[in-house]
């Protein structure tokens, strides 16, 4: 309960800046995400279908899944990146009595945050766009979880990245690839069997499948929530590595 109550604690002050800021927070989180829907779903995917589907209906859990991931993976590496090397408050965080899983969930729930509000919003504007979106609670645990596992690669991404251009570097390599490649605005049965094999090893087709799933009423992927636990638990244990070392 500790754990807990202390990451709490450490994700508070960001939080208020989120609740203070949340005008400027709702428009760099959403701009992107309706710039595809639009030029994607109402341009040139109009009059398509997808593995039983209209366009808008695919690509809508896809743009919500790409939100979990751009939303709270940016939110927490700049925040951590920023913290570390300019202001060094983040090292002010190992004088506390607070373990390194509690200052890794704490900098990833600012991020869990950030990447709800807009998911949220995302997902009511997809109900009411297409009536195969379901609200299901099944979805709601899933965008939760993938939140959680983005903002987890964040915190890495934050402690690995020395300066923006490292944390360039790092969006240039991971995220933008992830963005274009992981079947959120296309269908990945189109690709030939090498090209899903890699794209199946990225996160973010597992947590893209699951959404959509959830929001479809289509099959489960049961493995592709296997992975994707994996990978945020992976993550959590790179991250919560990494502060270890720093403390020590």
């Given at each position: 309960?500790?754990?807990?109550?202390?990451?709490?604690?450490?994700?508070?002050?960001?939080?208020?800046?989120?609740?203070?800021?949340?005008?400027?927070?709702?428009?760099?989180?959403?701009?992107?995400?309706?710039?595809?829907?639009?030029?994607?779903?109402?341009?040139?995917?109009?009059?398509?279908?997808?593995?039983?589907?209209?366009?808008?209906?695919?690509?809508?859990?896809?743009?919500?899944?790409?939100?979990?991931?751009?939303?709270?993976?940016?939110?927490?590496?700049?925040?951590?990146?920023?913290?570390?090397?300019?202001?060094?408050?983040?090292?002010?965080?190992?004088?506390?009595?607070?373990?390194?899983?509690?200052?890794?969930?704490?900098?990833?729930?600012?991020?869990?945050?950030?990447?709800?509000?807009?998911?949220?919003?995302?997902?009511?504007?997809g109900m009411a766009l297409s009536g195969d979106v379901m609200p299901t609670v099944q979805a709601a645990i899933l965008i939760i979880m993938s939140c959680l596992t983005y903002g987890l690669l964040g915190v890495v991404a934050g402690l690995l990245s020395n300066s923006h251009l490292t944390l360039n570097l790092f969006n240039s390599l991971a995220v933008l690839p992830m963005t274009f490649l992981c079947g959120t605005i296309f269908s990945l049965d189109s690709l030939p069997g090498v090209a899903q094999t890699a794209i199946g090893l990225l996160p973010l087709t597992h947590t893209t499948e699951c959404i959509r799933s959830a929001m479809l009423g289509t099959e489960f992927p049961w493995v592709s929530l296997t992975v994707t636990a994996m990978y945020m638990v992976a993550f959590f244990a790179i991250a919560t590595y990494l502060i270890s070392s720093r403390r020590g």
């Amino acid at each position: 309960m500790s754990v807990i109550a202390d990451s709490f604690r450490i994700a508070w002050i960001d939080m208020c800046f989120i609740r203070r800021n949340i005008p400027t927070v709702l428009v760099t989180s959403l701009v992107a995400p309706l710039l595809y829907l639009v030029a994607f779903g109402y341009g040139l995917g109009d009059g398509m279908t997808l593995e039983g589907f209209d366009y808008r209906s695919f690509m809508i859990p896809g743009i919500i899944a790409l939100t979990t991931l751009t939303a709270c993976f940016s939110t927490v590496a700049t925040k951590v990146m920023l913290q570390r090397t300019y202001y060094q408050s983040f090292d002010e965080l190992f004088l506390c009595s607070m373990s390194p899983s509690a200052i890794v969930l704490g900098k990833a729930y600012s991020g869990m945050a950030r990447g709800l509000i807009s998911c949220t919003i995302l997902y009511i504007m997809g109900m009411a766009l297409s009536g195969d979106v379901m609200p299901t609670v099944q979805a709601a645990i899933l965008i939760i979880m993938s939140c959680l596992t983005y903002g987890l690669l964040g915190v890495v991404a934050g402690l690995l990245s020395n300066s923006h251009l490292t944390l360039n570097l790092f969006n240039s390599l991971a995220v933008l690839p992830m963005t274009f490649l992981c079947g959120t605005i296309f269908s990945l049965d189109s690709l030939p069997g090498v090209a899903q094999t890699a794209i199946g090893l990225l996160p973010l087709t597992h947590t893209t499948e699951c959404i959509r799933s959830a929001m479809l009423g289509t099959e489960f992927p049961w493995v592709s929530l296997t992975v994707t636990a994996m990978y945020m638990v992976a993550f959590f244990a790179i991250a919560t590595y990494l502060i270890s070392s720093r403390r020590g």
